[in-house]
């Protein structure tokens, strides 16, 4: 089970990370076109987010590393979790039915959550 929350874990903290900085450095124009919805969030909630997803990158990975509060690796996929229920809510108000990529992500940090019970 160990092997198996290192794979998905990294994999989804690699998301999170590239995403979260994404939102941290881009502009609104150059989001657009990958994120339909940045027009209907405050600037300063967009930062907020992309600031979120990337320290929630690192609870995934750097408690169970280093054996400081490993709890914190299910605090973090609890938190993605609820990002990807109200990321769903965002997408379905809009108008936006594409919301695959959220249930993916929603699903995987509801296992992660799942296997750092064994960390």
């Known amino acids: 089970m160990n092997i198996a929350y290192w794979i998905v ?9 590239y ?6 450095i881009r502009s609104r124009d150059r989001l657009r076109p990958m994120k339909a919805w940045v027009d209907r969030v405050p600037l300063p909630a967009l930062r907020a987010l ?5 320290l929630g990158a690192a609870g995934l990975l750097l408690p169970p590393l280093t054996g400081i509060a490993p ?7 609890v938190g993605f979790v609820l990002l990807q229920a109200g990321a769903t ?4 108000t809009g108008g936006d039915r594409r919301i695959a990529l959220n249930g993916g992500l929603l ?13």
């Open 9 to 17: 874990a990294g994999l989804l903290a690699l998301f999170y990370f």
């Open 19 to 24: 995403s979260g900085t994404l939102k941290l």
């Open 50 to 54: 992309g600031t979120v997803e990337t």
């Open 71 to 77: 709890w914190l690796a299910s605090a973090a996929a």
């Open 89 to 92: 809510a965002v997408h379905l």
């Open 107 to 119: 699903v995987t940090a509801a296992a992660i959550v799942w296997l750092a019970t064994g960390l």
